[in-house]
Structure formats: C-alpha cells, structure tokens
C-alpha cells in the first residue's frame, strides 16, 4: 500500500542552527500537507503544496514540493526553542473513494537554548 | 464548543473493559477520522467517515468500531480493551470540499491494565 517516510526520526539542534526534514512517497501524490505537533499538544496543520516543484515561504519555514511530486522538505531557517516539536508531512489517499491522510512517521525537532 | 473536543482527556483501563471515546466538531465538517499515536510510528488511522451516516475502516481498524449518526460527532469503541491499545487517540475533521486541512482534537491518552 501507500507509503509516506520522513527522515531523520529526531534532530538535536542548537538553537540558531538550521534543520530539514524530508518526506518520500511511495506513489505520486496531488498534495502534500504539513503539520506541526509540540509536546504533550496535538498537530496543527502548517500548509498545503499542490504544484509540481512549488517553495512556500511561511517567516523562517520554506516548504518544498517536489518535481515529481513524490518528495516534500520543510526547512527551518536559525531555529528557536518555539520551533520544538514533531513535524509531519501526509499525503492523500483516495482509495476506496474516500479521501483520506497518509502521515509520515514525523521528525522530532529538538533545540538547544 | 471552538473546533473539535474530545473525552475524556485520559483514561485508565482494565483489559477486558469496553469504552467509548468522544469526539464533537461544531465546525459542520463533512469528514471525520480517528487516529492514535504511538512513539515512531507517527499517526495511524482507525477509522473514517466521510458523512453522516457512512464510515470505513483505516491502516488499523480491528479492535475498534465507530458511528457516525450525525455530522458533529463521531465517537470510537473499544468492545474488549487489550494492552496493545494503549495509546494516545487523535480524533480530527475535515471539510473535504475545500482545502482539505484537518483539524485535530485535543487527544485522549488511554492506558490499557
């Protein structure tokens, strides 16, 4: 079936230091959307990249989707403690008629004052 | 009611012992979906529905069963609770006719004796 990775599972970072996270599909995707989940809250949806090789830009974050629309990266310009946390890419999935998400396993971002 | 609310926050429970968990959106979105969290594997979904009335089953349904007798709420059912299901749950909405975003509940963390 449909698969969704995200690499690395953790990143320790000091704080000002960048950070990616990357996503790989197993199939073609329509979209790709981004969530971000702190500690102990629940995922809080970031953005939506639709086009073939589309860069959005959200303050220090830029979202990338890529050519193929099979992979996806987030990358956080000089982090800051705010962004501690689990971000997670998610696919679509139509199977079965019915639209549904496929989440990346996460990458855990974590900063060092 | 703002958004989506779950309950309880967390439970403890004994193997063996049925439980419902809530979920209400007051946000009239057409699509709703259970998942649950466990460390490294991300979000994987239990259930679905895409409208009042029907639903269907995600990556990992058996255990668990859901409704879906009007469009705000959606509450999942553990018939027989096991340890394996210990985990945090994540109920969240969508409106499928628009950009497709979902928004996540506050969670339930379940402990399963």
């Known amino acids: 079936g449909q698969q969704v990775m995200q690499i690395p599972q953790y990143q320790h970072v000091q704080e000002g230091e960048d950070f990616t996270t990357y996503c790989n599909s197993s199939t073609t995707l329509s979209n790709i959307q981004w969530y971000k989940q702190r500690p102990g809250g629940h995922p809080v949806f970031l953005i939506q990249?639709?086009?073939?090789?589309e860069v959005k830009k959200q303050k220090r974050l830029t979202f990338q989707f890529g050519e193929a629309k099979k992979n996806s990266s987030l990358h956080i310009t000089a982090t800051q403690t705010t962004d501690v946390g689990t971000y997670f890419c998610?696919?679509?999935?139509?199977?079965?008629?019915?639209?549904?998400?496929?989440f990346g396993s996460g990458t855990r971002l974590l900063v060092r004052p | 009611i703002a958004g989506i609310t779950q309950a309880p926050t967390s439970q403890i429970l004994a193997a063996g012992r049925r439980m419902t968990l809530r979920c209400t959106q007051d946000m009239r979105h057409n699509a709703m979906y259970w998942y649950r969290q466990d460390l490294g594997l991300g979000l994987r979904l239990i259930h679905y529905s895409n409208t009042a009335g029907t639903t269907g089953k995600g990556e990992v349904p058996d255990g668990y069963s859901v409704s879906r007798a009007n469009t705000d709420d959606f509450p999942l059912t553990l018939a027989s609770a096991v340890p394996s299901q210990t985990s945090v749950y994540f109920c969240?909405?969508?409106?499928?006719?628009?950009?497709?975003?979902?928004?996540f509940g506050p969670g339930t963390r379940l402990t399963v004796l």
């Open positions: 998610a696919g679509p999935n139509y199977m079965d008629s019915s639209y549904k998400l496929i």
């Open positions: 969240a909405s969508s409106d499928t006719s628009k950009r497709n975003e979902q928004f």
């Open positions: 990249l639709v086009k073939s090789g």
